[in-house]
Each structure stands twice: as structure tokens, then as C-alpha cells.
């Protein structure tokens, strides 16, 4: 069974950095693109960055310049470095991944369970 697992999420104060992880596992031959969603209470779920195979990225325009992400195809890993947070960047954390299993020949999407990240002081 295929699963996105995310972790590194907590309680930061403001201005602080959090570095996000996400870690497949499971029958995983290959990975094409990964993203990061958050969602917060009362809102719908938002694209926070995504990252091609290639490692071309793309950034919500309020996270630009803050936020970091990254990837290691080797491991089938994917980081979000999280920099001068700030208190409306609260809500759970979830990876994205459109990945081939093996002895598939087409992708399928998948979704990590989530991690809290609370800016507060």
C-alpha cells in the first residue's frame, strides 16, 4: 500500500522557521510531481508551492521569497523549508504526489494525512 507521510510540523513563534517533510513508502517506482497544500480552519484548501520532477517550483504569492521546497527523487522525498512564519500561516500541512507504483503504467494522486503547524505567541 502506497503512503505520503508528513512530519515536522508544531508550534512556532512568529518570525520562526519549520522545515516540513514527506516521505513515501510502499511499492513506489517513480515520482513525478509533488506539491504542498495547507488548510485552515474554515477555509478551503490552498496550493502553498509544487515542484516538477525536473525541479521546476512554483509559489503561492504569499509565500514567495519565505518558503522553500524541495525534493530528493533517490529517496521519494519531499521538503518544505518554512521561513518568517507568520500567524495566518497556521493550518494543516499536506504533501501531494502524483506517483507510479510498480507494475502501474499511469500515475495516480495521492495525499499525505496532514501536519499542524500553529504560529502563535
Known amino acids: 500500500q502506497v503512503q505520503l507521510v508528513e512530519s515536522g510540523g508544531g508550534l512556532v513563534q512568529p518570525g520562526g522557521s519549520l522545515r516540513l517533510s514527506c516521505v513515501s513508502s510502499g511499492r513506489v517506482f517513480r515520482i513525478d510531481d509533488m506539491a504542498w497544500y495547507r488548510q485552515a480552519p474554515g477555509k478551503q484548501r490552498e496550493l502553498v508551492a509544487s515542484?516538477?520532477?525536473?525541479?521546476?517550483?512554483n509559489y503561492a504569492d504569499s509565500v514567495k521569497g519565505r518558503f522553500s521546497v524541495s525534493r530528493d527523487n533517490a529517496k521519494k522525498t519531499a521538503a518544505l523549508k518554512m521561513n518568517s512564519l507568520k500567524p495566518e500561516d497556521t493550518a494543516v500541512y499536506y504533501c501531494?504526489?502524483?506517483?507510479?507504483?510498480?507494475?502501474?503504467?499511469?500515475?495516480?494522486?495521492?495525499w499525505g494525512q496532514g501536519t499542524q503547524v500553529t504560529v502563535s505567541s
Open positions: 515542484i516538477t520532477r525536473a525541479g521546476r517550483t
Open positions: 501531494n504526489a502524483d506517483l507510479v507504483r510498480f507494475g502501474d503504467s499511469s500515475s495516480y494522486n495521492y
